[in-house]
């Protein structure tokens, strides 16, 4: 009889194991970093790598990391949500372009156009391996206090802005100490 029971006793706990599974969101991947201080860097500007920008430089504002390739063709049907998110102002964006050819990323924004007060060249991908970027693209909201309060993975939609983005960045801009957020 217990020879029984040993193997039915398994097979209960992967069965519990599997049930569980099957209840998760396989979209929501959690990130680490959500109420954590963003993770420190500077990078060059993609258009002028004479120009650096760093974290520290963007304390003070609520913002969005943006993560992008020009090999992304997630990137390119998220791109137009980007563009009309900042057409109508409603934070500062700022684009990560992760492990891209220089050339290729800056022809990329010549055609589609670019929507970013700052694209950052992250070719080695060193940033976004810091960030927890698992793919492109990505997108983070980051308060302003330098805390990264949201994170996106996959590309933005507009009912992703209305629903989620657009309510933390009244939130997360109405409070002065910015201790709110996801």
């Known amino acids: 009889m217990t020879k029984y029971l040993l193997p039915l006793g398994i097979f209960i706990v992967i069965v519990g194991f599997l049930a569980v599974g099957l209840k998760l969101d396989p979209k929501h991947i959690p ?12 990078l060059p500007e993609l258009h002028d790598p004479t120009q650096r920008v760093s974290v520290a430089d963007l304390k003070g504002q609520v913002w969005l990391l943006n993560v992008w390739a020009s090999w992304c063709v997630s990137c390119r049907a998220e791109h137009e949500v980007v563009k009309r998110m900042v057409a109508d102002n409603e934070v500062p964006v700022y684009g990560l ?11 990329w924004l010549s055609q589609l156009g670019n929507p970013y ?18 793919g492109v693209p990505e997108t983070f909201v980051v308060d302003k206090a330098g805390i990264v309060r949201y994170k996106q993975v996959g590309p933005l939609t ?4 209305q629903e989620t983005i657009l309510p933390l960045l009244k939130e997360l801009n109405a409070s002065p100490t910015a201790k709110q957020g996801v």
């Open 31 to 42: 990130s680490p970093f959500i109420g954590k201080p963003a993770p420190d860097f500077t």
């Open 97 to 107: 372009n992760y492990k891209d050819e220089r050339a290729d990323a800056i022809a």
């Open 117 to 134: 007060i700052a694209s950052l060249a992250d070719t080695k991908g060193d940033v976004g391996i810091d960030w927890g970027v698992y």
């Open 158 to 161: 507009d009912e992703v802005v």
